[in-house]
């Protein structure tokens, strides 16, 4: 069965085309530090969002028409399976994503489910044989179900933890099995509401030992993929324990796994955080835990994660500027875990969608490699530090000051003069590195 008929593969044709159904700036052959941009983007599909998402919200019943809607249990996990790999195909991605509740039903019955799950892991591993597209990370639901409303590695119920322990051991593998790169550990409801009923010792311990048991039996299958955490701040709980990059660093290195794990870091988690996309890149990128990135946006006049397809040409800019330092991804991927809207709910917008994201992204590495290639911003904040490359500052950076020595330097000194940080300077020149490069494409 063919589930976007109207709909042909999707090819570059540069900027000046008029095809809705093109990319303008998205060149998979296009080199981008050596590599193609097909292989340095290593752009993924969510299954979730994709092809279970329905159009629901609090206020609103589901919108999305798709040729599958009418049917349910396995037939309907099938045929998304069948739907999902046109997609890529059309698409001409190289990863896609997934839960393992997102592929198959999920019972009250947990030797049931698997039983779902191997039925349609064995489908996708078939469709595989014969597609480009290739997993790149996959994951557990520990949220939806009533069972997860505690959390699932840090609940108060050992049930629920042992439970948890069967989903993932069944997740680790089904990712050997699919030859995943990654295995993501999204925290969901790992957190608290209030103190007043909340052993928070016990509840971080639990998780620590959760993930040290996580990467005992990878080893032990010899599923040497990636694991990443995905920090998420607030929803669905009041305090989650993996808030931001630099939380769970600290968690991390308290419980000696900072040398197992790296972090998937999304947009819009990041502005939820009250940070910026790229400052939570940068500090993984300086840590050396940039894993890989779920590529969406949010919307400033909404409190919540809104998934929304990346567009801002200014994030993609200063994200890509981020990952080219960092050398691209690794393992890692821009995966859209992003959204149609609720009113676009006809297929074809899910073409558009994805169009537009790797069109942004595009774009924004573009500009990125020029501004790193120029060093505008590389050689602007060595100018503005280079009092510690000499004297007294290089004693500090070289740990041979004191508070001996730097009194001594201080009381020596005359008025000091600082520079300017020139913020709207760099942001203006920021906007012609951007213009300049949609000029540059034009031509």
């Known amino acids: 069965m063919t589930y976007f008929k109207n709909i042909n593969k999707i090819t570059f044709e540069g900027p000046s085309s008029n095809n809705p159904l093109a990319y303008k700036y998205y060149n998979p052959e296009e080199t981008i530090n050596g590599k193609r941009m097909e292989d340095f983007m290593r752009f993924a599909v969510s299954y979730w ?71 349609i892991v064995a489908m996708i591993k078939d469709y595989m044989k014969t597609s480009k597209t290739k997993l790149l990370w996959n994951t557990a639901n520990m949220f939806s179900h009533p069972r997860w409303l505690h959390g699932a590695a840090t609940a108060p119920n050992a049930d629920v933890f042992a439970y948890a322990a069967a989903k993932v051991k069944k997740g680790l593998e089904v990712g050997k ?58 929803e669905p709980t009041k305090h989650q324990y993996d808030f931001d990059v630099a939380t769970g660093m600290a968690f991390l290195q308290q419980y000696g796994l900072q040398d197992v794990f790296k972090f998937n870091i999304e947009a819009n988690h990041a502005t939820l955080a009250g940070h910026t996309f790229e400052h939570e890149l940068h500090v993984a990128r300086i840590n050396g835990m940039l894993g890989s990135v779920d590529a969406n946006q949010g919307d400033p006049l909404l409190g919540w994660d809104t998934d929304e397809f990346p567009t801002d ?46 069109d942004a992204f595009a774009i924004g590495t573009k500009v990125a490699q020029r501004l790193l290639e120029d060093r505008v911003l590389e050689d602007f904040i060595a100018d503005r530090y280079s009092s510690f490359t000499s004297g007294i500052g290089l004693d500090i950076v070289e740990g041979k000051a004191n508070f001996h020595s730097l009194e001594k330097h201080a009381l020596g000194l005359g008025e000091i003069t600082n520079k300017s940080g020139r913020q709207e300077f760099l942001k203006a020149t920021l906007n012609k590195y951007i213009l300049e490069a949609y000029a540059t494409v034009l031509k």
């Open 49 to 119: 969002h994709t092809f279970t998402g329905e159009g629901t919200d609090p206020f609103g019943q589901a919108t999305m028409v798709r040729p599958y809607n009418k049917l349910s249990g396995l037939d309907l996990a099938k045929a998304r399976v069948e739907a999902s790999f046109e997609f890529f195909e059309k698409l001409d991605v190289p990863y896609f994503c997934f839960h393992d509740y997102d592929i198959a039903p999920e019972t009250d019955n947990l030797s049931e489910t698997f039983k779902n799950l191997d039925a």
């Open 177 to 234: 099995e699919l030859g995943s790169e990654n295995y993501v550990f999204w925290g969901g409801r790992e957190g608290y509401e209030t103190l007043l009923n909340t052993n928070m010792k016990l509840e971080l311990d639990n998780l620590a030992r959760f993930f040290h048991m996580a990467k005992d039996y990878a080893n032990e299958i010899g599923f040497d993929a990636q694991f990443l955490i995905e920090p998420k701040p607030k």
């Open 313 to 358: 040409l200014y994030s993609t800019t200063l994200a890509m500027y981020e990952i080219i330092k960092n050398d691209g991804l690794g393992t890692g991927g821009l995966n859209f875990d992003a959204k149609v809207r609720r009113g676009s709910f006809d297929p074809e917008d899910l073409f558009h969608a994805h169009i537009a994201g790797m």
